[in-house]
């Protein structure tokens, strides 16, 4: 997920976009720039980098395990029938 970092950067490259009639507002619509975004992120209901890292790893041993039993299931089969 984006840091406020992040945000404060984009609140910024958007705040660069406003005519420049408008230079006294900038200070006002980056802070509100910065929050209606921070806003919308959160509302997304995303996961940050580490954690979907974490649940990758988590598919991966639970993939290979899966796999793992599936090999001995076949080959207890193979036993049985032979």
Do not use: C, Y
Not at 1 to 26: N, Q, Y
Not at 41 to 61: G, H, I, N, Y
């Amino acid at each position: 997920m984006m840091d406020r970092r992040d945000i404060d950067l984009l609140a910024l490259r958007l705040v660069s976009l406003v005519p420049p009639g408008l230079a006294e507002a900038h200070k006002d619509l980056r802070a509100n720039f910065s929050d209606v975004l921070a806003q919308g992120l959160r509302r997304l209901d995303l996961v940050t980098r580490e954690e979907f890292d974490v649940q990758s790893q988590v598919l991966a041993r639970t993939r290979a395990k899966v796999e793992e039993l599936e090999r001995r299931v076949a080959a207890l089969e193979a036993n049985a029938q032979g």
